[in-house]
């Protein structure tokens, strides 16, 4: 009997169908992956094998079998001892799934109890038993420790830890990765292929990253509008796939491997104001970084801004650390800079310094050779999370006409107009203008923070993580804009992001921070194929590789480093 069995699973939200005649089967110890992009049906069908649609309105049918239990007749007490019990899930964001106050080995030790029905202190040892196999440091210490005192790679193996607390025979984890840096990604890869090698579980592995398919699992199955597009081994789907889709998809994956090609050109066709193909995008994407406004070559363009000796301190006396620690860089007008690191690195601090929303603790910020304090109009931001930067009660014309009033526009007939002009301009309507931010898709909300940066008409933007959370071809298509505007109006961009990949396509010149420093700098080609810091050649390392054998080959040669 197989560990998951599913026969013609729909699932229905009054008349959209987001999962239609979805069959496939996970035996004991395998490990497979869906994937596809956002709105494919993905993590509807991983909640739908915990039976977490019951009693939410939606309307299931077709056949779920889990761990031989039958999903969809079983009664409430058995799905409650399904779930966490014989089948575990690890969402996508850990903070949301973790009780902000409570420490992470009480969270843990309760789930086990609900399941195992032992003592407090059996089940506080089984905390700090599981945190430890996960990897936690001094895990007797830190299972006291609540969420926020852990980091983002930390909290996640807390989630995994709580999933194993029971020992279950699957294990389903919905986008475990997204927002991590490329190291902490590979450390979670790792672990849960390790996991599975000693426990003998399943994995059914939610992700849009194709690479994060490649480094875990047996099997892909491709998802689209709901429906299977592709379905057989990892190699032959990723080596050689036989569908148009899964080949568009495949082409949307930016390559860390891949040189730029000559900065100012795009794809002939493509219009980065509207949806396009994951293919295309990326087209053009190989050429955000021009600017065919900038001087002639060879004549160095203008510096619209410059960093001096930047640091700045968080915390007093002996608790004082630097995140960013005598940083020193400048910027061209029409160019891209890439500042890539881990979680940690500085490079958002660095980023909210150059915009004006932090104080140096010492150095200085200059704009077009002026030294600047505060927020400067000329230098905006786009940042990672639209949802948070999206005041929800404010339709998004209001949000994105506030530069404009904030610099004396009164004329409301003038302010609609100017930002229905930004709305189409990055690729959403006028009559958008009343509609909220919950009524967009992420990859609409990103264009909507990208409109309201361009209100102001600066001069720089700084991106922080802007695609970070978007599927590959909704990423491709945000980035092909930001260098299309880039082009057309000169723009020089700041482009903070952990993807190493994305960064090496976009950038000009790459900048790599540790610890609030910058570790090695210059153009994009030279750090990427002749890295000189031992910390860059480790961050290359760490990024998927789309053919599974070499993932294979890159997670032992971790192993080997790990155990040396």
Do not use: W
């Amino acid at each position: 009997m197989s560990l998951v069995e599913v026969s013609g699973l729909t699932v229905e939200f009054g008349e959209l169908r987001a999962v239609d005649e979805l069959s496939f089967r996970l035996e004991q110890g395998a490990a497979l992956a869906l994937v596809g992009e956002s709105g494919s049906g993905k993590s509807t069908v991983a909640s739908a094998l915990l039976g977490l649609h019951r009693g939410t309105g939606a309307k299931v049918g077709g056949s779920i079998e889990v761990a031989g239990v039958d999903v969809s007749s079983a009664s409430d007490e058995e799905l409650r001892r399904l779930r966490g019990g014989k089948a575990a899930m690890v969402f996508q964001d850990p903070l949301s799934s973790l009780d902000p106050y409570y420490a992470i080995g009480d969270q843990i030790a309760e789930v086990y109890r609900v399941h195992a029905r032992v003592s407090r202190r059996t089940a506080r040892a089984r905390a700090v038993d599981v945190l430890d196999r996960v990897g936690i440091p001094d895990a007797p210490r830190r299972s006291r420790s609540r969420p926020h005192e852990f980091s983002g790679g930390m909290r996640q193996r807390a989630l995994i830890a709580m999933a194993l607390a029971c020992e279950p025979d699957l294990l389903i984890a919905d986008e475990p990765t997204t927002a991590l840096d490329v190291t902490v990604q590979a450390q979670i890869l790792d672990l849960l292929h390790t996991l599975r090698e000693e426990t003998g579980m399943g994995l059914l592995l939610v992700t849009h990253d194709v690479g994060v398919a490649a480094e875990s699992v047996d099997e892909v199955l491709v998802m689209r509008h709901g429906r299977v597009v592709e379905h057989g081994p990892v190699g032959d789907v990723l080596g050689a796939p036989s569908e148009a889709y899964t080949r568009e998809l495949l082409g949307a994956v930016p390559r860390v491997d891949a040189r730029r090609s000559t900065p100012g050109v795009s794809a002939p066709g493509v219009d980065a104001r509207r949806p396009v193909s994951g293919v295309d995008a990326r087209r053009a994407v190989s050429g955000a970084g021009g600017s065919s406004v900038g001087p002639s070559e060879g004549e160095p363009a203008e510096v619209v801004l410059e960093a001096r000796g930047l640091r700045r301190e968080f915390g007093r006396g002996k608790r004082a650390f630097a995140a960013v620690d005598d940083v020193s860089l400048t910027i061209r007008r029409g160019e891209t800079l890439g500042i890539v690191g881990e979680s940690g690195s500085g490079k958002t601090t660095l980023g909210r310094m150059l915009v004006g929303l932090l104080e140096s603790t010492a150095g200085e910020v200059r704009h077009e050779g002026h030294a600047r304090v505060g927020v400067n109009p000329a230098v905006q931001m786009v940042f990672q999370d639209p949802v948070s930067s999206l005041n929800p009660r404010r339709s998004v014309g209001e949000s994105i006409a506030d530069p404009l009033r904030a610099r004396g526009e009164k004329d409301e007939g003038r302010i609609r107009g100017r930002v229905t002009e930004l709305l189409e301009r990055v690729g959403l309507e006028g009559a958008h203008y009343d509609r909220y931010p919950h009524e967009f898709s992420g990859g609409q909300r990103q264009r909507v923070g990208i409109a309201r940066a361009l209100a102001a008409d600066p001069r720089v933007i700084v991106c922080d993580e802007p695609v970070s959370a978007l599927d590959v071809t909704t990423q491709a298509q945000v980035v092909a804009l930001l260098g299309e505007l880039q082009r057309e109006l000169g723009l020089a961009l700041v482009f903070v992001a952990h993807d190493l990949a994305v960064v090496r396509q976009v950038s000009d010149r790459v900048a790599v921070m540790r610890r609030g420093r910058i570790v090695e700098s210059g153009s994009a080609d030279e750090v990427y194929d002749t890295p000189r810091d031992p910390y860059t050649r480790q961050l290359l390392a760490a990024v998927p590789a789309l053919d599974p054998e070499v993932a294979a080959r890159r997670r032992a040669a971790r192993r080997e480093l790990a155990a040396a």
